[in-house]
C-alpha cells in the first residue's frame, strides 16, 4: 500500500480520515476502492467511526498511533455489523482496553462474548461529548442493514454516513464488483479535488449495485428527512465508507438523489 493510503489525512479540525483502499482489476487498468474510518479527537475524548478492513489493520493501528500519541481511544463506532465496518474490532479492543464499543450493539456480544460489558448501546437523537465537540449518532436514512447508523460530528460540521453517498468515477468498475473505484493517486483527495464531479450515472451504479433495494423504493422521503436534518445540523463535509470524502454536499445530495430516482425508476445504468 502507497504512502498514500498509509498515512491519515486531517480533513477539518479534530477530524482524520483513516483506511485504506483496495485494489482491483478492471479490464486490465488498476483501481482503488475505500475501506474508510474516520477519527474524531476532542479535548477530553476520542471517537473512531468503523474500523476499517483487517487486511488494513496495521494500517488503522499505526494511523491511530500517529493521531493519538499517548492518548488512548475512548469510543469505537462501527456503523453496522459488516466486514468493512467492524472488521478490526476484536484486536481494537484489545489494543485499548478501556474503549466502548457505541451504536447500535444488540447483536455484537454474540460475537464477541469475551467483551461483554464493553457494549454501550446508543440509539438516533444521543449524544457523546468529547470535550468541546459533540458527537451525535443519527438515522440511517440510506442503509442496507436494519441496525445501521450514522454519526455526526457538531467540531468538524461533518456526517459520517456509511455505506451512503456511493459513487464511481469515469473509469471502468471491475467485472461483479459493486465498489465506487477510483484511479491510484486519488485515494486520499476531496470529491472537490478529483478531476471532474460524479455524474449521476455514476453515482447510479453504485447505488443499484451495492444497495439493491433501491431498485423498490422511493426514497423521495429519506432525502426529504436527510435535507431536514442538514438543516438541524450544518454540514460541511460527509464521509462515506465508500469513496472518496464529500465536500460539495449540496451538490452530492442533488446527483445522489437523481440517482436514486433512476435506479428506482428502472432507467438503464452502465453497460456490464
Known amino acids: 500500500m502507497s504512502n498514500e493510503t498509509t498515512a491519515a489525512r486531517p480533513i477539518a479540525d479534530g477530524v482524520h480520515w483513516l483506511g485504506g483502499c483496495l485494489p482491483a482489476n478492471a479490464q486490465g487498468q488498476e483501481v482503488h476502492y475505500h475501506v474508510s474510518a474516520y477519527l474524531v479527537v476532542g479535548a477530553e475524548a476520542a471517537i473512531l467511526v468503523d474500523t476499517g478492513d483487517p487486511a488494513h489493520l496495521p494500517t488503522v493501528i499505526g494511523q491511530l498511533d500517529a493521531v493519538l500519541g499517548n492518548r488512548s481511544l475512548d469510543y469505537v463506532f462501527p456503523t453496522h455489523p459488516e466486514i468493512p465496518h467492524a472488521g478490526n474490532l476484536p484486536w481494537l479492543l ?88 477510483h484511479l491510484p493517486g486519488q485515494c486520499r483527495l476531496l470529491s472537490g479535488e478529483m478531476p471532474a464531479p460524479p455524474t449521476v450515472e455514476q453515482a447510479a451504479y453504485g447505488t443499484g449495485r451495492a444497495l439493491y433495494w433501491t431498485k423498490f423504493v422511493d426514497v423521495s422521503d429519506a432525502f426529504r428527512r436527510i435535507d431536514e436534518t442538514l438543516d438541524a445540523f450544518p454540514t460541511r463535509l460527509i464521509g462515506p465508507a465508500h469513496g472518496n470524502v464529500i465536500d460539495d454536499v449540496d451538490g452530492m445530495l442533488r446527483t445522489s438523489l437523481a440517482a436514486h430516482r433512476k435506479v428506482y425508476e428502472g432507467k438503464p445504468l452502465y453497460s456490464e
Open 94 to 181: 484489545d489494543r485499548y482496553p478501556s474503549a466502548l464499543v457505541v451504536g447500535d450493539v444488540r447483536d455484537y456480544s454474540l460475537h464477541f462474548p469475551e467483551h461483554e460489558g464493553r457494549f454501550r448501546p446508543m440509539v438516533a437523537g444521543e449524544c457523546i461529548d468529547l470535550g468541546g465537540r459533540e458527537f451525535r449518532f443519527l438515522p440511517a436514512f440510506i442503509r442496507d442493514l436494519e441496525n445501521t447508523l450514522w454519526g455526526y460530528d457538531g467540531g468538524a460540521g461533518m456526517l459520517f454516513v456509511s455505506d451512503g453517498f456511493s459513487y464511481i468515477h469515469d473509469v471502468p468498475a471491475p467485472d461483479g464488483d459493486d465498489e465506487p473505484v
